[in-house]
């Protein structure tokens, strides 16, 4: 026997459209598995709410799950303007709901809608689509890089719109630029041996102290590499 947790009445087993639902003919409480709540159409939000709120420690605990007999989890959820006190079951993933609070659990406009008439439903759709086009012209035209950007911005390469005010100059980002294209000038005509010594290998990463690491940054094997290199660089250097 499945006894109701709040008067102890049998519950009666009973086939709804979204699944199972066992209620109390005595009190009219009723105990829903969380699927059953879910396709009915009651709000995933308002749901993952419910549940996160169980699983706190200190919750209250007073009635006893009607299935498995664990205490259930007593959690106040707020639905719309007045707030139920619902009883969850953590193990069996479901929630009891005394007298009426079921009823008052916020759904889906999708599903609400199927109890209006056609009428109802035309008028409804009809006023959704003109806020739809209401938001849609009041949202700014996506923007467009100005002057010569959209060059890289054709061809792939990050281009910069909207972007935050840079706090100060990005003195440490174009001191490495500068660094990087002094290192490059003073390399350009003799590389080989400025990368077997202070390109990095992988295993042998531990020369010169590890310092390769991040002297590898600096050597560039040509023109094209440094300026795609100083390029993105430049891009996101300054908003770090
Ligand atoms: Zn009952
Ligand atoms: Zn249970």
Known sequence: MVACPRCGESLVKRMTPPGVVYVCPDCEGRHVASPVLRTAGARGNFLNRVWLD????????????????????QVTARAGD???????????????????????????????SETLSLKAREQAALLALQ????????????????????????????VECDEPALRGRPWITWSIA????????????????????????????????????????????????????????LVFGDNV
């Open 82 to 112: 007045h707030a139920l006190d619902l009883d969850v079951c953590t193990y069996c993933n479901a929630i009891w709901f005394d007298h009426g609070e079921l009823r008052a659990v916020p759904r889906d406009a999708a599903h609400v």
């Open 131 to 158: 806020a739809r086009r209401e938001e849609e012209a009041a949202a700014p035209a996506e923007s467009w890089p100005e002057g010569w950007l959209w060059l890289p911005a054709i061809l792939g390469l990050p």
């Open 178 to 233: 500068a660094a990087l294209v002094l290192v490059f000038a003073a390399t350009a005509f003799s590389l080989e041996p400025v990368v077997e010594q202070w390109g990095f290998i992988p295993a042998l990463w531990s020369r010169h102290g590890g310092l390769t690491l991040a002297t590898s940054f600096f050597l560039h094997a040509g023109v094209l590499h440094l300026l795609s290199n100083l390029y993105f660089f």
């Open 54 to 73: 169980a699983k706190h420690e200190d919750v209250e605990r007073l009635l006893h799950c009607p299935h498995c007999h664990a205490a259930m989890a």
